[in-house]
């Protein structure tokens, strides 16, 4: 009988597509971070930096599109490889063994739900205003621009949303960690002989977002960036 499965329907294909768009989100999330960095710079750098966004237009809402086609390609990846993997051993190990794997892959299931209701949360938090702790500071000046560097330290004085981001933003360590070096191996990078550099460069590149996302909420808690 004739093979007429297309390649996205292949186990292969199905990876490579989950890195495909583990990358774009990847991408999307460096670029957030080091834009949310700008609060160190001062009210007046991340006012223009989210101004610019606003003004953005049709770009803006392009990336929005392909960002959440990537996000819903990527649930969809997921969710078939491990099905399809839970298909081909039905019979659970009477011995776990973790040798081949680590705490980030096992959780990968638990960290992407999560991390997904997280980002509900952050939208209610900072762009609409729903969750945040001083509605007021969404209610525009005399020229109609909102005070986002404000905002943004107001949300974070409040110790339960920023322990909500702190949380997250170990979830989202784990999961950069274990999605780079699943990434890596399905697009063919995977030798024994460099193998150690490519967990090397999860592990440090996982560790560096995480620690930038985890700086904001701790900077206000502890007083080093103030509102205006």
Known sequence: MANNMTFLETSVGKKVLMAATGFIIFGFVVVHILGNLQLFLGPEALNQY????QASGPIKWTVRIVLAA???AHIVSAVMVTLQNWRARPQKYAVKRYQETTYAARTMWLGGPIIGLFVVYHLLHFTT???????????????????????VIFGFQDTVASGVYIFTMVLIGLHLYHGLWSMMQSVGLNHPKYNHWRKAFAVLFALLIATAGISLPVSVLLGLVTPV
């Open 50 to 53: 989210a101004a610019f966004l």
């Open 70 to 72: 990537s996000v819903l």
């Open 129 to 151: 205003g729903h969750c945040h702790p001083v509605k007021a500071g969404f209610i525009p000046d005399s020229n109609g621009v909102i005070n986002v560097y404000n905002n």
